[in-house]
Nanobody, 124 residues
Framework: VQLQAFGGGLVQAGGSLRLSCVAS????????MGWFRQAPGKEREFVAA????????DYSDSVKGRFTISRDNAKNTLYLQMNSLKPEDTAVYYC??????????????????WGQGTLVTVSS
């Protein structure tokens, strides 16, 4: 499994970005997927997850109502639409595959095949 995340950049507070995560050498539609982020000096934290079909989603409290996770299995692509961005959203964002069946997993250890990450910087 190879995952590549892109779409990060510098944006002002209140702005929007859409991250994408493209999967290769992998049957993308078979597994739940997730987004995590890691700010400098902090542990990697859960952001959002989505079931293999896209019918179920889960969000951390810090992004609920502002971020939307989605997927296009035909394009082997996972998305994270981020609106109303705040400086505290600044981090490297990673996509990953959830191990096992959909179970609203939120720990990094419940995921595998991490992408290389894309940096999101939100200025105040």
């Amino acid at each position: 499994v190879q995952l590549q995340a892109f779409g990060g950049g510098l944006v002002q507070a209140g702005g929007s970005l859409r991250l994408s995560c493209v999967a290769s050498e992998y049957s993308f539609g078979a597994d739940a997927m997730g987004w995590f982020r890691q700010a400098p000096g902090k542990e990697r934290e859960f952001v959002a997850a989505i079931s293999w079909s896209g019918s179920s989603t889960d969000y951390s409290d810090s992004v609920k109502g502002r971020f939307t996770i989605s997927r296009d299995n035909a394009k082997n692509t996972l998305y994270l639409q981020m609106n109303s961005l705040k400086p505290e959203d600044t981090a490297v964002y990673y996509c990953a595959v959830q191990a096992g069946i959909w179970n609203r997993a939120r720990k990094p250890g419940d995921y595998h095949s991490w992408g290389q990450g894309t940096l999101v910087t939100v200025s105040s």
